[in-house]
């Protein structure tokens, strides 16, 4: 074997006794990441506390916007002009589409087929039936709170 074709097999048997090291580095590095990845998913953001309440916003932003939408829970608050709280679910009671806030009516809106409900969830417009799902809210500490469990 000539000196040259001898470097060449040391070197490739060097490459080939390290490559499964940095492969496992490498498999680490992705496995942590995949696991803190799962973490940051499977941690709730909106986890109400042990009496069922779950914080939703601030009054701050209640008496900014006039209302709070919690997204994870599909539902929105409401503050009206004798100070009482309401909260009421997002999904209309027809067929399970999402309900929006009408300003120019001060009410939910179904795009889907029209019903219409007041912002305490009771239905002003058809072909909803029932009324929206509402839920007991207090104002706690600077929070709007709704039970949720
Ligand atoms: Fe809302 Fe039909 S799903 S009106």
């Not at 309401?86 to 809106?109: E, F, M, P, R």
Request: hydrophobic fraction near 35%; proline fraction near 3%.
């Amino acid at each position: 074997m000539k000196r040259r074709e001898f470097l060449n097999w040391v070197g490739i048997g060097l490459l080939a006794s390290f490559f499964p090291i940095a492969l496992a580095a490498c498999s680490e590095k992705q496995s942590q990441e995949t696991a803190e990845t799962s973490i940051a998913k499977d941690i709730p953001s909106d986890v109400p506390d042990s009496s069922g309440y779950l914080t939703i916003g601030t009054t701050q932003e209640l008496t900014e916007n006039r209302y709070i939408v919690s997204n994870k829970s599909n539902i929105i608050v409401f503050r009206n002009s004798s100070n009482n709280l309401s909260a009421v679910s997002l999904i209309c009671t027809h067929q399970g589409c999402s309900v929006d806030w009408k300003k120019s009516s001060n009410s939910l809106y179904c795009a889907c087929h029209g019903s219409e409900f007041a912002v305490d969830g009771t239905v002003l417009q058809g072909p909803a039936l029932d009324s929206l799902s509402s839920f007991e809210v207090k104002e706690e500490a600077e929070s709007i709170l709704v039970k949720v469990g």
